[in-house]
């Protein structure tokens, strides 16, 4: 099984900043299968980032992800009120699929 | 667009079976891969499994003995049931589309059960 370990695990930053969420693999993810996905309170979790880098649809530009193998890190440029929640990495290139601990982006 | 829609019982007993329902909307159940996700309150979240719309499912193996899930293709509709539960079964139950070669998108809103005499 892939352990996903998310850091930091909250990060306070205030509006119009830029956040970098990180996420490591304890193996390399298959394909490059690595997800993120935004939860905000009492809401289902929401896809951004698909296959690594590739934004879902609908997602603005703003959010922007890279990485490779083990290592893969989420960018959100320019926060706005509505990113701050808690933000998840996924894998889903080897099962069972596995989900990181989570980051909460709160508001400094 | 896909809808998901979760419906079932919001309360279970320990030692019995936990069965919930996903419908779906706005397409085929026969077009994809579906899945069921868990989160404990308060906490991160959980794979539990998918189906096909064949039926072929793949379960996470720390629920494997105690779980079935099942798809029902005249009624657009795919089920989960947990059998034997305790108290660490109480969580948050989303489904959620699979496409082939991706990840979960859409999910629904989300269900409540929890465990408790």
């Known amino acids: 099984e892939i352990v996903l370990t998310q850091s930091p695990g909250t990060l306070s930053l205030s509006p119009g900043e830029r956040a970098t969420l990180s996420c490591r693999a304890s193996?390399?993810?298959?394909?490059?299968?690595l997800a993120w996905f935004q939860q905000r309170p009492g809401q289902a979790p929401r896809l951004l980032i698909y296959?690594?880098?590739s934004r879902a649809t609908g997602i603005p530009d703003r959010f922007s992800a890279s990485g490779s193998g083990t290592d893969f890190t989420l960018t959100i440029n320019r926060l706005e009120p509505e990113d701050f929640a808690v933000y998840y990495c996924?894998?889903?290139?080897?099962?069972?699929?596995?989900f990181g601990q989570g980051t909460k982006l709160e508001i400094k | 667009q896909v809808q998901l829609q979760e419906s079932g019982p919001g309360l279970v007993k320990p030692s019995e079976t936990l069965s919930l329902t996903c419908t779906v909307s706005?397409?085929?159940?026969?077009?994809?891969?579906w899945s069921w996700i868990r989160q404990p309150p308060g906490k991160g979240l959980e794979w539990i499994g998918y189906?096909?719309?064949?039926?072929?499912?793949k379960y996470n193996p720390s629920l494997k003995s105690r779980l079935t899930i099942s798809v029902d293709t005249s009624k657009n509709q795919f089920s989960l049931k947990l059998t034997s539960v305790t108290a660490a079964d109480t969580a948050v139950y989303y489904c959620?589309?699979?496409?082939?070669?991706?990840?979960?998108?859409?999910w629904g809103q989300g269900t409540l059960v929890t465990v408790s005499s």
């Open positions: 189906i096909y719309y064949s039926g072929s499912a």
């Open positions: 996924q894998q889903y290139g080897s099962s069972p699929y596995t």
């Open positions: 296959g690594a880098s």
């Open positions: 959620a589309r699979l496409p082939l070669f991706n990840t979960f998108d859409p």
């Open positions: 706005g397409g085929s159940i026969s077009s994809s891969y």
């Open positions: 193996q390399s993810v298959g394909s490059n299968y």
